[in-house]
Each structure stands twice: as structure tokens, then as C-alpha cells.
């Protein structure tokens, strides 16, 4: 028989209103997409971008890749700007919401809402993006990596999580940048493996904030704030912790709760006890985190929103322009300028 050919790599369409019935070249038209990002990714080959439209997918189970370089994204054609919100993606009790088992895979623009863990990446994601994401209410982990290499989060949210927000396991050439992780069970859960953790917002966990356990890990930039009764950091392991530029406060103690750590860290660089002054932390609907994230305001204090200006706020050693930021730390908006901010820019 002659073989079946490959179809060639396009852009594809989901939509609530859709039809999984559908080929893949009607799904290539916004005007005739597919029902179920569950079914565009069973159907989609190595190149395909997958254009998930606003709306609320209820999906019958676990979404699996099924090949490497895909890309799934939030997108409208008349969105001026992406809101990750309007992307809600669920599944039934019991399930996880995505499995990652390929490599070069980008998540971008979504809402991933419940299940048993959000996002699981396997040995084989290499290359796995996970870009303006926010992680929701899982019963176990927001995101869990293991055996991982060259993964980059980066401008996302996970919240609400039954146990960490972040797991990993030997993952190496790890990259976080710019992330809110909060009121989770536990911040970070980092074991064996290396990389770097920066500009991150680790809050108010009820747990420790961030558990590092025999990982090559530098964290700079990073505010860990309101573990009452808990580590802000807790280290242990002889692979060594390099701290710069970063702020605690709240904690039950700072950098670890029962044993010696192996942190190094320049001196004059970190901030201990100095409120940060989060704009409004729960939101107007007094609920921080899981369910009621929508609101959340976890930007810095200063004017001309707030009445005060946070200490984090030009605290760096280096400039935004060294460290390629982007995005702000100001509720309206305003471009880090001048020495850099520490915690998440958004």
C-alpha cells in the first residue's frame, strides 16, 4: 500500500463553538475550528501552532502530545492584547490537565484550571516553553517536571496548588523567570538537577517557600515573603545555593528551619525584614490565590498607585538594562527602569 503522507505543518484553530468532525484543513480556518485542544493536539504534527480562541474547554481527559515542536497558544484575531483568563482549560476529576512527553513543546496565553497536577513534563520535553500561563487549584502540583533538561517558565502564575506549586526532579538548565507562585500547599519543591530562579514572587505558601534539596540553584531577584511559622528558603545537600539581590520577610525563619544550609551569597545583597508592601495581595475579593487569583495584586507599592514605595523597588545591584528586563513591577504598567526591581515583572 502507499504510505499515508505527512501532512504539512500550518495553523490550526480551536474554538468552543467548533467541530472535532472537522478536517485539518477546515481547522486551518478560524471560521471551522475544532471543539477540543485534546483533539487538535492528537492531530497535530512537528511545526503546527495550535490557536486556542476564548471560552471554556471542558475537556474528556488528559491532553498528551503526541510529537515534538508544537506550539498551543491563546489567541483572538481581534484581541489587542491576550488574557490568559478568557483561555480556561479543565478536566474531570482524576486527570492531569497536560502531559508533555516530546520535545520544543510552547504553552502560551492559558488557563489551566484543576485536575491532579497542570502541567506534567516527562524526560523527552527538552526544550519545553511555558510562557503568561496561569496554574490553578490542582489537587496535587501546579507544574511538575522530571528528569527534564532546557525548560524555561517564564511570566506565569501557579496558585492554589495541593502540594508545591513547582516540582522538579533532576531537572537541569532549569529557568525561572518572572513567576507568582502563592498560596500553594508549598512555593518550590527543587530536587537534584541545576539552574536559576529569577525575578519570582514566592508568597504566603503554607508551607516553606522555596525547598531546594541537592540542586545547583543561584536565586536573585526574587522576593519570598509570608511563610509564617515556615523556611522562606530551606536548603539542604551539598550542592551549594547562590543567593543575590533578593528579599524575605514574613517568614518563619528566612533561610532554613532545621538544618545547616550550603548558601552562598555576596554580602550586602539580600534585604531581611523589610515589609515589601504588595499593592493588594488578595484582591478586592479578600480571597489570595486559588480561585479568587483573578484580582490578585501582587505589584509593588509606589506612585502613583500607591501610597508608599516598596523597598524592592530600585533595590538591585545591576540595572533592568544588564539584566534584560521586562515588563513592570507597577501596577500601570511602567517599564523597570534605572536599577532593577526584585520579584515578578509582569
Known sequence: ??????????????????????????????????????????????????????????????????????????????????DRSQMRIRVPAGSDVFRIRHADVLLEN???????????????????????VAVTSPVQEGIKLNKTRDVEIRGSIVTGAGKSGIWTRKAKNLLLRDLDVYANESGLYLRKGSG??????????????????????????????????????????????????????????????DATPVVVNPPDTLVFDEDPMYLDADGPDDQLGGAGWGDDELFLQQPPAGPGLSPAVDKSTFTAVELEVTGSTEMAGAPDVGMADFGAHR
Open 1 to 82: 500500500p502507499t504510505p499515508t503522507a505527512t501532512p504539512l505543518p500550518t495553523t490550526l484553530h480551536i474554538a468552543p463553538d467548533g467541530d472535532d468532525a472537522r478536517t485539518r484543513e477546515q481547522a486551518a480556518s478560524p471560521d471551522t475550528p475544532w471543539k477540543t485542544i485534546r483533539h487538535a493536539v492528537s492531530q497535530s504534527v512537528t511545526g503546527d501552532v495550535l490557536l486556542v480562541a476564548p471560552g471554556d474547554y471542558l475537556e474528556t481527559g488528559f491532553i498528551q502530545t503526541k510529537v515534538p515542536g508544537i506550539e498551543i497558544r491563546g489567541a483572538a484575531p481581534d484581541m489587542d492584547e491576550i
Open 196 to 257: 536559576e530562579a529569577q525575578f519570582l514572587t514566592i508568597h504566603a505558601n503554607q508551607n516553606r517557600g522555596v525547598r531546594v534539596l541537592n540542586m545547583t540553584l543561584t536565586l536573585h531577584h526574587s522576593l519570598i515573603t509570608g511563610h509564617a511559622g515556615h523556611a522562606g528558603l530551606f536548603e539542604e545537600g551539598s550542592a551549594p545555593v547562590t543567593l543575590h539581590n533578593d528579599l524575605f520577610f514574613g517568614n518563619g525563619n528566612d533561610i532554613n528551619d
Open 110 to 132: 492559558l488557563w489551566i484550571d484543576g485536575g491532579e497536577v497542570g502541567i506534567k513534563a516527562f524526560g523527552n520535553a527538552t526544550g519545553l516553553r511555558i510562557v503568561d
